[in-house]
C-alpha cells in the first residue's frame, strides 16, 4: 500500500507557472504507475498526465500538452508536474494516483486503473 500527499497549489496569474509534487510512502515507489487528475467545479474528474514506472514513458491530455511536464524522482519517492503557461480552464483540484503495476513501460490513464489517490491540491488561476 502507499500513501501519497500532494503539494504545491496556490493561487497564480494567468500564464504563470506552478510545480505540484505528490510524496509516495514506502519503499516501492517503483513499482507504481503514476498520474495526476484534476477537477473543476461541476465537472468530473479527468486525466491530466501520466508516467510508467519506469519513468521513461508519459502521456498528456491535449488540454495541457506542451504546457504540462510530468517528471519523477525515484530517490525521494515524488512525482512532479510542472504547470507553465497556465489558463483559468486549469482551475481545479488536482490530484496524484497510483497504481502498481508489473509492466514498467506502460502509462495508465484511466481513472478507473488506479489504486491510490491523494487528498487533492487546490490550483486557481486568475485571469
Known amino acids: 500500500q502507499v500513501r501519497l500527499v500532494e503539494s504545491g497549489g496556490g493561487l497564480v496569474q494567468a500564464g504563470g507557472s506552478l510545480r505540484l509534487s505528490c510524496a509516495a510512502s514506502?519503499?516501492?515507489?517503483?513499482?507504481?504507475?503514476m498520474g495526476w487528475f484534476r477537477q473543476a467545479p461541476g465537472k468530473e474528474r479527468e486525466f491530466v498526465t501520466g508516467?510508467?514506472?519506469?519513468?521513461?514513458?508519459?502521456d498528456y491530455a491535449a488540454s495541457v500538452k506542451g504546457r504540462f511536464t510530468i517528471s519523477r524522482d525515484y530517490a525521494k519517492n515524488t512525482m512532479y508536474l510542472q504547470m507553465s503557461s497556465m489558463k483559468p480552464e486549469d482551475t481545479a483540484v488536482y490530484y496524484c494516483?497510483?497504481?502498481?503495476?508489473?509492466?514498467?513501460?506502460?502509462?495508465?490513464?484511466?481513472?478507473?486503473?488506479?489504486?491510490?489517490w491523494g487528498q487533492g491540491t487546490q490550483v486557481t488561476v486568475s485571469s
Open positions: 508516467i510508467s514506472r519506469s519513468g521513461d514513458m508519459t
Open positions: 494516483a497510483a497504481r502498481r503495476t508489473v509492466a514498467a513501460a506502460s502509462v495508465v490513464i484511466g481513472e478507473g486503473a488506479y489504486e491510490y
Open positions: 514506502g519503499r516501492t515507489f517503483s513499482s507504481y504507475a
